[in-house]
């Protein structure tokens, strides 16, 4: 579920490198302290082609989340929008999952990153469901985690940062050591917050629930679709299935 599926091309500052030559030194900020920005992209097969969803507003948020993280991107969204684009096609890949990145490298050694300028990384492979095939039809066993997210003001949840989701693989492997697919951590105050590496819904009685934006979890751009069509619909006077 979890395996990368090798493409021929990344993109990288600007041009397109073979797969097997993106690398970074061992040194590098990023791999140090976990100061790198990424974001998590679907692609779908449509009957017009190729699909990417939400790009731009993905993009928005790597965005966001660099200048939380005091991180200069020399591109603009338009350029990563293009080049993310043009990616898919030169890999010949339909469905497939991208995942932008903005990498701190070589030259800092401390916690000041200013030294290690960023880089600009475009990879995309084929990726299917992420709780696997069969977890839209049948649905997945979760647990609720012992390990709870980080309570607001401490690291900014808002943000994509690779160093934020260590918390979420203590997450993910609690709960498969335990025979669950995915693990629901609760906030600080004891209050659900969100899945390792998803936002959270409930349905009860047609009603649609979900935990507000705390300071403990990440505002998703598919959470963010999922309320509009819910307001869309209750403005239609229907009602989401119990089984959704």
């Given amino acids: 579920m979890s395996e990368i599926i090798e493409t021929e091309w990344i993109w990288r500052d600007g041009e397109f490198i073979p797969w097997a030559s993106a ?53 603009t969204i338009e350029e990563l929008a293009i080049a993310c684009c043009e990616l898919v096609i030169r890999n010949g890949v339909d469905a497939c999952y991208l995942r932008p990145m903005v990498v701190r490298g070589y030259g800092a050694a401390g916690m000041m990153p200013f030294e290690s300028h960023p880089e600009v990384y475009l990879p995309c492979w084929p990726w299917g469901p992420y709780l696997g095939n069969s977890a839209l039809e049948h649905g997945v066993d979760v647990c609720v985690s012992s390990w709870h997210r980080a309570a607001p003001n401490t690291i900014p949840a808002m943000a994509k940062m690779a160093g934020n989701y260590l918390n979420s693989q203590l997450i993910k492997m609690e709960a498969s050591a335990n025979g669950f697919a995915e693990g629901i951590a609760l906030g600080s105050d004891g209050m659900l917050s969100e899945g390792s590496g998803q936002n959270i819904f409930l349905v009860n009685r047609g009603i649609l629930y979900t935990p507000s934006i705390n300071g403990t979890l990440l505002p998703g751009i598919t959470r963010e679709c999922i309320l509009e069509l819910a307001s869309l619909l209750s403005k239609r006077d229907m009602r989401f299935p119990d089984h959704a």
């Fill in 23 to 75: 690398h970074i030194h061992v040194l590098s900020h990023s791999v140090q302290f976990g100061s790198s920005i990424f974001e998590g992209i679907r692609c779908y097969n449509t009957s017009n082609g190729p699909a990417i969803f939400r790009l731009k507003d993905h993009l928005q948020r790597l965005y966001n989340s660099c200048k939380i993280y005091h991180t200069e991107i020399k591109f």
